[in-house]
C-alpha cells in the first residue's frame, strides 16, 4: 500500500500506536524488564515538563479516573477515508451521484469553510476535492485506494480533465464562533449541461463525539474497507468478533481472519 498512498504513518499513530506501546510497556513490565534510574524524576525529565509546574500543576491529574473515564469516546472518526475538512463534499458528491451521470455535468462548485484554496489544490489525494470529485463522478463510488493514490491523481488524464470542471471556494457564513465546537461543513452546486443546477448542503458528517456514528454506519465503513481485502464471509465474521470483542477470552480467531493468504 505505501507504494501506492502515502499519510500511512498518521494512520498508525492515530489508530493504534498509543495502544501498541501502552501494552508492550505493560508486557515488558510483567516480564521484569526495568527502566533507566531516575527517568522520571530527573532534572530534564517528562514529569518535571512545564505542564506540571507552577500554580494548579496537578500530577495526580496522570492517574485520576483510571479505569473509569475513556478517552477513546472523544475520539474522532472519520466516516469517508479523506481528510476531515473534505468529508462533508464527499458526502454531497456521492448523494449528487446517485442520480447524475459525468457526462452530463458542466460545472462543480464546492463552498466550505476556511482555507478553501489549499483543498482545491492539495498534494495529497485524500484532501484534493477536485480529484474526489472526479473519482466519484467518473466511478460512481468512493474505495480507499483511489482516494488515496497518488498515481491515479498525477496520472489519470479522464480525472484530471473532470477535476477542471470543479472549483473550492471560502464560504465564511459556514464557519465557527470562537469557542463553538468544530464542525465541518459544505455546500455543492452541481451545474447541468443543460444550465439546470442541484445544491447539496452537508452541516457535518457524523463522526465526531457531539455527533457520533451510528453502529451501523461504523460496520458499514469497516465492510466498505476490509470486503476488499478479505472478501465478503471473512469481512462478516470479523466485525461480529470485534462486535464481541469484550467479552472474548482470546483474539486468536480475529488473527488469523487477518492473515495473508496468497491465491
Given amino acids: 500500500m505505501a507504494a501506492r498512498c502515502g499519510h500511512v504513518e498518521k494512520a498508525f499513530v492515530f489508530g493504534g500506536m498509543g495502544a501498541r506501546n501502552g501494552m508492550q510497556a505493560a508486557q515488558m513490565a510483567k516480564l521484569g524488564f526495568t527502566g533507566v534510574p531516575a527517568s522520571f524524576d530527573n532534572e530534564n525529565a517528562w514529569f518535571r515538563w512545564r505542564a506540571f509546574q507552577g500554580e494548579g500543576a496537578n500530577h495526580a491529574s496522570l492517574v485520576e479516573g483510571l479505569h473509569e473515564d475513556y478517552e477513546l469516546s472523544l475520539a474522532a472518526m472519520k466516516r469517508y477515508p479523506v481528510g476531515g475538512p473534505?468529508?462533508?463534499?464527499?458526502?454531497?458528491?456521492?448523494?449528487?451521484?446517485?442520480?447524475?451521470?459525468?457526462?452530463?455535468?458542466?460545472?462543480?462548485?464546492?463552498?466550505?469553510?476556511?482555507?478553501?484554496?489549499?483543498?482545491?489544490?492539495?498534494?495529497?489525494?485524500?484532501?484534493?476535492?477536485?480529484?474526489?470529485?472526479?473519482?466519484?463522478?467518473?466511478?460512481?463510488?468512493?474505495?480507499?485506494?483511489?482516494?488515496?493514490?497518488?498515481?491515479?491523481?498525477?496520472?489519470?488524464?479522464?480525472?484530471?480533465?473532470?477535476?477542471?470542471?470543479?472549483?473550492?471556494?471560502?464560504?465564511?457564513?459556514?464557519?465557527?464562533?470562537?469557542?463553538?465546537?468544530?464542525?465541518?461543513?459544505?455546500?455543492?452546486?452541481?451545474?447541468?449541461?443543460?444550465?439546470?443546477?442541484?445544491?447539496?448542503?452537508?452541516?457535518?458528517?457524523?463522526?465526531?463525539?457531539?455527533?457520533?456514528?451510528?453502529?451501523?454506519?461504523?460496520?458499514?465503513k469497516a465492510h466498505e474497507l476490509v470486503e476488499p481485502v478479505l472478501g465478503s464471509a471473512k469481512a462478516d465474521r470479523l466485525v461480529a468478533l470485534c462486535d464481541g470483542l469484550d467479552r472474548a477470552e482470546s483474539v486468536d480467531p480475529i488473527i488469523d481472519l487477518m492473515r495473508f493468504e496468497s491465491a
Fill in 86 to 220: 473534505t468529508q462533508p463534499a464527499v458526502r454531497a458528491l456521492l448523494d449528487l451521484r446517485q442520480s447524475v451521470m459525468p457526462g452530463e455535468v458542466e460545472s462543480i462548485t464546492v463552498a466550505m469553510p476556511g482555507e478553501a484554496a489549499t483543498f482545491e489544490r492539495a498534494n495529497m489525494p485524500a484532501l484534493n476535492i477536485p480529484y474526489l470529485a472526479a473519482i466519484i463522478m467518473l466511478d460512481g463510488q468512493l474505495d480507499f485506494v483511489s482516494a488515496q493514490s497518488l498515481d491515479r491523481q498525477a496520472n489519470d488524464e479522464a480525472a484530471k480533465a473532470f477535476a477542471r470542471k470543479v472549483t473550492v471556494i471560502r464560504d465564511e457564513a459556514q464557519e465557527m464562533g470562537e469557542g463553538e465546537y468544530r464542525t465541518e461543513s459544505a455546500r455543492v452546486t452541481l451545474t447541468h449541461k443543460d444550465g439546470t443546477r442541484e445544491e447539496r448542503y452537508v452541516a457535518y458528517v457524523p463522526g465526531f463525539p457531539t455527533h457520533s456514528l451510528s453502529k451501523e454506519e461504523v460496520e458499514l
